[in-house]
């Protein structure tokens, strides 16, 4: 059976943006998602929550990028110019009983990992313009800005912007920016390994070790952990 583990927490500043979904199927396929939203007021919250649960059922029938896709039509409209509608970004993870694959899908700043031979390798390239500019061979310093403004969002997303990969690992991870720009990776990989056959655990234990950064501000973080039966 696919086992899975979720934890979240809000940060500093409430209430928070970050969200999950879990969603099972009859058939058993599990489809998982993690949805950051742009800002903190309850209407980002309700509107995260939303995007979350809406991606992982449409996924668990269609298929992670039918999951995003589907979820992008809940925030298409900009909405009004004095309230404009809530963006996020989003990771989505499927598994389907008897297939070895776990196929994700993503825009924006959400994050997707596989533990392979031991080794915890990412499996998705932030949609940031520091990462836009890396790709266009661009060598020059990387300003913090940079790497925070995010170039994909649900909002945006369309099948020619919605990554995607897979990956026959028996763990997928995915994460927010909370869990993974304030944990370092070999951080990760560490955990990851030490409860890898627990995957509730290990989501609690990569929230918990989630530190603010310098000046004390602490991000809202999630874990979301997928975890298929090997043959």
Same mark, same amino acid.
């Given at each position: ?32 998602? !993690? ?41 298409? #409209? @900009?909405?009004?110019? #004095?309230?404009?509608? @809530? ?5 989505? /993870? ?5 297939? #070895?694959r776990v ?5 924006? #700043? ?11 390798? *990412? ?6 313009? /520091? ?22 969002? !649900? ?14 690992? @028996? ?22 390994r030490e ?16 530190? @603010? ?11 979301? !952990?997928?975890?298929? *039966?090997?043959?």
């Open positions: 059976m696919i086992i899975t583990g979720l934890a979240t927490r809000p940060g500093t500043t409430t209430p928070s943006g970050d969200t999950a979904a879990v969603h099972r199927q009859a058939d058993g396929t599990v489809a998982v998602s !993690v949805v950051d939203g742009i800002g903190h007021s309850p209407r980002v919250a309700a509107v995260a929550h939303m995007l979350a649960e809406v991606a992982a059922r449409a996924a668990a029938r269609r298929g992670p990028l039918a999951g995003l896709l589907t979820a992008t039509e809940l925030v298409a #409209d @900009p909405g009004a110019a #004095d309230e404009p509608e @809530p963006d996020a970004v989003a990771v989505v /993870a499927v598994a389907e009983p008897g297939d #070895d196929r994700v899908a993503w825009v924006g #700043d959400a994050r997707a990992y596989a533990l392979e031979d031991g080794r915890l390798r *990412p499996l998705t390239v932030d949609h940031t313009l /520091a990462e836009q500019l890396a790709m266009c061979g661009y060598a020059g310093e990387i300003t913090r800005r940079a790497a925070q403004w995010v170039r994909t969002t !649900v909002a945006t997303a369309a099948v020619a912007t919605v990554a995607e990969a897979w990956t026959d690992a @028996p763990l997928v991870l995915l994460t927010s920016d909370g869990v993974h720009d304030r944990v370092p990776h070999d951080e990760v990989e560490a955990l990851v409860h890898a056959d627990d995957p509730q655990a290990l989501a609690d234990a990569l929230v918990a070790a989630a530190r @603010p950064d310098e000046d004390g501000y602490r991000d809202d973080a999630t874990a979301v !952990v997928l975890k298929r *039966p090997t043959r």
